[in-house]
């Protein structure tokens, strides 16, 4: 849910570009007619994805699957175990779990536990939905070759410096953080993707730009669906007050290559329906792993880049550490 969860701050913007120099003409509220919606047909198979590299062989453990399956970065060997940092960012030490020493690909599924994220009319939790396509996008990289961590393996709460510490501490070549938008400025002739990349970072901005021509193209393979866009839609940077990423996913992974996929509007009731599809949930997941897959075996540009317009909501509470209850890690 952009602008509610990620940001740690309630900073406001200074102002960024004051005109707008999209490469798509602008969406316009009169021309973005709302009819009924016609059948969606499902899309066809994509094509599969080229050979992925595994992660590096590592000898220094920088993260750990816990006895419950919780992924939690390691600050040190600390005797027979490790001292990790929570999902709620505190510091413990655990016996023992799976060690992981490195990643190709680590995937982000946004909010969690009591941070459900948008919500859509159908019921359908962000958290859910983005585990769900996140798991489907690391089954068909893995399937590719790539070596791939989730931040969050299940519903429990997660906090922004934990998830991107195990980026961090990884250096995966990418690294996504997926989620659902929601509140759009308006109705939109075209699926209303949003893609956010790291303003000090090209291959962020790159990265970004794939993943925006991946998933607009996926969605418009399901025809009549009223889509609600925001009117500068696309693959973008969103500054802070000091100039540097919005952002806390973003700012707190700088370093690696990090980008923040907001696919569709659950906010929207015909979006909701149609991400509550196993068959749709797939397509977006094929979608990103293409993206990924284009990234890191090519040097396509991506597209789809607009200059943001000012925003000054402030964020919304979320992905912070208040009244966080870890979930069992032993
Ligand atoms: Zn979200």
Same mark, same amino acid.
């Given at each position: 849910m952009r602008g509610r ?22 969406l316009s509220r009169?021309s973005a007619g709302r009819s009924a919606p016609a059948p969606v ?39 027979? &175990?490790?001292? #990790? ?9 655990? *016996?023992? !779990?799976?060690?992981?020493?490195? /990643? =190709? ?5 946004g ?5 459900t994220g948008a919500v859509g009319s159908n019921g359908l939790t962000e958290a859910a939905l983005n585990?769900?396509v ?10 590719? &070759?790539?070596? #791939? ?9 997660? *906090?922004? !410096?934990?998830?991107?510490?195990? /980026? =961090? ?10 989620h659902h938008n929601g509140e759009a400025d308006g109705p939109s002739p075209r699926p209303g993707t949003e893609t ?12 970004? &730009? ?5 998933l607009v193209?996926t969605f418009s393979r399901f025809e009549g669906v009223p889509w609600e866009a925001d009117l500068d839609a696309g ?26 996929s907001e696919a569709l509007f659950l906010s929207n009731p015909a979006e909701a329906a149609l991400l509550a599809r196993?068959?749709v949930q797939?397509a977006e ?46």
């Amino acid at each position: 849910m952009r602008g509610r969860i990620l940001a740690l701050t309630a900073a406001a913007l200074l102002g960024v570009a004051g005109c707008s120099q999209s490469e798509e003409p602008p969406l316009s509220r009169a021309s973005a007619g709302r009819s009924a919606p016609a059948p969606v047909p499902a899309p066809a198979p994509p094509a599969p994805l080229p050979p992925l590299p595994p992660a590096e062989p590592g000898d220094e453990v920088k993260a750990l699957v816990t006895g419950t399956g919780v992924v939690v970065p390691v600050l040190a060997r600390q005797g027979e &175990g490790f001292l #990790v940092r929570t999902p709620c960012a505190r510091e413990t030490v655990v *016996a023992g !779990g799976t060690p992981l020493f490195g /990643a =190709t690909v680590v995937l982000d599924p946004g909010h969690g536990g009591v941070e459900t994220g948008a919500v859509g009319s159908n019921g359908l939790t962000e958290a859910a939905l983005n585990l769900a396509v996140t798991e489907r996008t690391r089954d068909l990289l893995e399937a590719a &070759g790539a070596t #791939v961590v989730l931040t969050r393996t299940a519903d429990y709460r997660m *906090a922004l !410096g934990p998830r991107a510490e195990i /980026a =961090t501490n990884l250096q995966p070549r990418a690294f996504v953080s997926i989620h659902h938008n929601g509140e759009a400025d308006g109705p939109s002739p075209r699926p209303g993707t949003e893609t956010y990349f790291q303003i000090a970072s090209p291959d962020s901005r790159r990265l970004a &730009g794939l993943l925006y021509e991946e998933l607009v193209a996926t969605f418009s393979r399901f025809e009549g669906v009223p889509w609600e866009a925001d009117l500068d839609a696309g693959a973008k940077y969103r500054p802070n007050a000091a100039g540097g990423d919005y952002y806390g996913i973003l700012r707190r992974s700088a370093g690696v290559p990090a980008v923040l996929s907001e696919a569709l509007f659950l906010s929207n009731p015909a979006e909701a329906a149609l991400l509550a599809r196993p068959d749709v949930q797939q397509a977006e997941a094929e979608g990103i792993a293409r993206a990924v897959a284009r990234f890191l075996t090519g040097d396509d540009p991506g597209s789809g880049f607009v200059e943001p317009y000012p925003r000054t909501e402030p964020a919304g509470p979320g992905g912070g550490t208040s009244s966080c209850q870890d979930p069992p890690l032993e």
